[in-house]
């Protein structure tokens, strides 16, 4: 093929040309600080407020539970930080317990690192070859000074989803909030926080085809949380600076339209993520599906082990080949060590390091996918037959 077939929508998603339309005017002649007094920044202002209102509906919330943060990694430093500290303001400085496992993106992990040498204890729950947790361990762990669980709703390295309902109800009967980074989620399955049962939520603008720099967390009502960032009383005196117009008008679009587009997508990703899956397992010898079998994975989610063949080797041969993947996360590209989800997953150091992902997006087609499929066995018996 001549053009490049992207296939690391968990890492970026391209801007989309009606999220772009809908941001320029606040780049140009409605460019006003919205927290400013005069008219026109008040009519800016009140654009804000709507697009939260978008927001909150199509994640059944109320506008005033919606932040809007700079992406991702901030949502979950401002949930678990925030929340632990919260309650501490709440007059309950004993509630300084975290629950989480070893397999969160690093936003929450090297946060629940932080903590830790803040005093706050923190548990790490296992998880199964697949990468789920059970929630009789998310149980089993709750104290009385448990003040957080945090749980990724879908891992972004191995697209396996938690079982985050059942594990609400356990949060909920024992007074505990849950947080989850659902940042891979977003135009892919459905988000209701009621439905899910969360107290808290992080997205990220960036993952379904929205800007960069833009996120939220949805935070329920009564839960407590305290500001992160000081100097000014924007977000409700939550999240203090000004607040980037522009990409919560694209964010808000971009939502809307994920949400649109969602009946038809989904079972379009899950058609090509299962032809990826089947294709991959019958053409290459010891080929390992990670993390968990559909349909308990992301729709447009396949990732693999290689025995035998470096990764970042698989991933040059492709690129020469014109497609473009990942070995994992964005956040750890170019770090010698092994993945920290795939050796929590009980796999080898040396197999971690032979792992490739393939993340699908609205461009992929069925044609892209069977190049992959004629294009990958080749370049791993290449790769062999030089290390022989």
């Known amino acids: 093929m001549d053009e490049l077939i992207y296939l690391d929508h968990a890492a970026t998603?391209?801007?989309?040309?009606?999220?772009?339309?809908?941001?320029?005017?606040?780049?140009?002649?409605?460019?006003?600080?919205?927290?400013?007094?005069y008219g026109p920044a008040s009519a800016n202002s009140r654009d804000l407020e709507t697009a939260r209102g978008v927001v909150a509906k199509l994640l059944n919330a109320r506008s005033a539970e919606i932040i809007f943060t700079s992406g991702g990694s901030e949502g979950d430093n401002l949930a678990l930080k925030g929340v632990l500290e919260g309650w501490a303001v709440q007059g309950q400085?004993?509630?300084r317990h975290l629950i989480t496992t070893p397999i969160e993106h690093h936003a929450n992990l090297y946060t629940a690192r932080r903590l830790e040498e803040q005093g706050?204890?923190?548990t790490y729950l296992p998880v199964d070859r697949a990468g789920r947790v059970d929630p009789a361990e998310v149980e089993r762990a709750i104290r009385p000074q448990t003040g957080l669980i945090s749980l990724m709703l879908a891992n972004n390295e191995i697209g396996t989803l938690q079982p985050l309902a059942e594990i609400s109800r356990i949060?909920?009967?024992?007074?505990?909030?849950?947080?989850?980074?659902?940042?891979?989620?977003?135009g892919q399955l459905p988000l209701d926080v009621e439905s899910l049962g969360v107290d808290l939520l992080t997205l990220a603008a960036h993952k379904f085809y929205g800007p960069k720099g833009v996120g939220l967390l949805y935070v329920r009502r009564g839960t407590?949380?305290?500001?992160?960032?000081?100097?000014?009383?924007?977000?409700?005196?939550?999240?203090?600076?000004?607040?980037?117009?522009p990409?919560?008008?694209?964010?808000?679009?971009?939502?809307?339209?994920?949400?649109?587009?969602?009946?038809?997508?989904?079972?379009?990703?899950t058609f090509l993520r299962d032809r990826l899956i089947a294709g991959v397992l019958a053409a290459v010898p010891e080929a390992i599906l990670t993390g968990a079998e559909p349909p308990d994975r992301l729709p447009g989610h396949a990732s693999f082990c290689f025995r035998d063949v470096q990764g970042e080797t698989i991933l040059l041969g492709l690129e020469e080949?014109?497609?473009l993947c990942s070995s994992g996360s964005a956040c750890a590209a170019g770090s010698e060590e092994p993945s920290h989800v795939l050796t929590a997953l009980g796999l080898s150091e040396e197999l971690a390091h032979t792992a490739v992902r393939f993340t699908l997006g609205r461009e992929t087609t069925e044609a892209q996918i069977d190049y992959v499929l004629e294009v990958l066995p080749q370049v791993i018996a290449d790769l062999k037959s030089v290390s022989v």
């Open 13 to 37: 998603t391209p801007l989309d040309p009606a999220v772009l339309a809908a941001m320029t005017p606040y780049f140009t002649r409605r460019f006003y600080n919205s927290s400013s007094s």
């Open 93 to 95: 400085p004993e509630r």
């Open 120 to 122: 706050y204890a923190v």
């Open 171 to 186: 949060a909920r009967a024992h007074g505990v909030p849950l947080h989850t980074d659902a940042v891979q989620v977003a």
């Open 224 to 245: 407590p949380l305290a500001a992160q960032m000081q100097g000014g009383s924007q977000e409700r005196n939550r999240r203090a600076g000004t607040e980037n117009l």
């Open 247 to 269: 990409g919560i008008i694209g964010l808000a679009a971009a939502l809307k339209l994920a949400t649109e587009r969602l009946p038809y997508e989904r079972p379009r990703l």
């Open 321 to 323: 080949r014109g497609i």
